[in-house]
Structures are given as C-alpha cells and as structure tokens.
C-alpha cells in the first residue's frame, strides 16, 4: 500500500485527527479522543497504548547514552550531580516529543487500516 507521506507528517505536527485533519486529537495531554468531533471518527480504535512511549525511549537513549557514558567516565562528579544535569533533558525531550509520536502512531494506524 502507498503510504501518503505528506498526510502522516501533517498529522503528526497538526496533532488532528488522520480521517478528516480537522478535529482535535488528543482530549488533554496525552488522551487520545473517543471520537472526532467534526467527522465521527472513532478514534478510541486508534490508540496506540504504549507504543510511541517505548519508540521515544530507545531513540532517546540511542542518543543520550554515549554522551552519557563518555561524561561520566570523564568527569569526577557525585551520582546526584548527574541525575540533576542529565535527567532535565531527558525528561523534557520525552515530554516535547511524545505527542507529535503518538499522534504519527495514531495516522500510521488509520493510513494502514488497522482500525477495524
């Protein structure tokens, strides 16, 4: 199937819903919406669960982790120390990065016809 590329980009920065890329797709932070509010789509069928947690984890940690190690093997510095330095930019990389995720998640699910 021909994936629409320039659709699954526009959905993940627009944050809208995939069918109609009008309705709003998340009711809050991170909660997905049980139904579009301009088209009707379902979009409770679309959610994602963890997936886009555990695809941000592992690209984070592919990044952060060799800077990570190579620091600390560098630097002599308490344990605490660390943990302040190196736990606000992880934490907030997630945060900034979790919705446009799971928003792309979400468009991919819907362009692939998982949604029954």
Request: glycine share 8%.
């Amino acid at each position: 199937m021909d994936m629409p590329i320039a659709a699954l980009v526009r959905a993940c920065l627009s944050q809208r819903c995939p069918s109609c890329e009008k309705g709003a797709l998340f009711d809050g932070l991170l909660k997905i919406r049980p139904v579009c509010s301009e088209c009707g789509f379902e979009l409770a069928k679309s959610d994602t669960g963890d997936g886009p947690a555990v695809f941000l984890i592992f690209i984070i940690g592919f990044l952060f982790l060799p800077i990570v190690i190579y620091v600390e093997f560098h630097a002599d510095r308490p344990g605490w120390l660390s943990l302040l330095i190196w736990g606000p930019p992880i934490v907030g990389l997630a945060i900034i990065l979790l919705r446009p995720v799971k928003a792309l998640s979400v468009a991919l699910a819907f362009h692939t016809r998982r949604n029954p």
